[in-house]
């Protein structure tokens, strides 16, 4: 697995002892898998991700979307697997970030689950047993992205 040329991707994880989020990306030296892994390990559900002797968990603890590491692009997809809905208390909300993209010159388009999107994520969006029906359901999310290309 590699980083993709283009679009270009940032993944963002926290460092589990400091706090202080970092971002990863195809210049940082970092493998996707290794990025993608940390990005994704939810405090209490999956364990911290070690890179470079830090151990890091996901991003979503400070920002279920961190579209603010976006700043400075020209064009913005933000993907929010869980809509508007922060897992940990967020220190900039979503409106906030995408507000700040949109006043700094970013076409800024917003991708979040539909009705049916949230009815397979259910009340539990780490329940096993969600996967299928949810990333059968959040196909939706290809049709914005594609559409808005």
């Known amino acids: 697995m590699t980083w993709p040329e283009k679009p270009w991707l940032k993944l963002v994880a926290v460092d589990a002892e400091s706090g202080e989020p970092r971002g990863f ?34 991003g979503a603890v400070r920002s279920n979307t961190s579209a603010d590491y976006a700043a400075g692009a020209a064009r913005v997809l933000v993907l929010a697997p869980l809509g508007h809905f922060e897992l940990f208390p967020c220190e900039t909300s979503l409106a906030v970030a995408i507000g700040d993209l949109r006043t700094g010159g970013a076409a800024v388009a917003y991708v979040e689950p539909d009705a049916d999107s949230l ?31």
């Open 25 to 58: 990306d195809s210049g940082s030296g970092v493998r996707l898998v290794d990025a993608l892994a940390a990005s994704c390990a939810v405090p209490g559900l999956w364990p911290p991700v070690t890179i470079e002797g830090r151990r890091y968990v996901d």
């Open 119 to 149: 009815a397979a994520i259910g009340a539990n969006p780490a329940d096993p047993a969600t996967r299928r029906p949810t990333g059968e359901a959040g196909r939706q999310g290809r049709r914005t992205a594609r559409d808005w290309r």
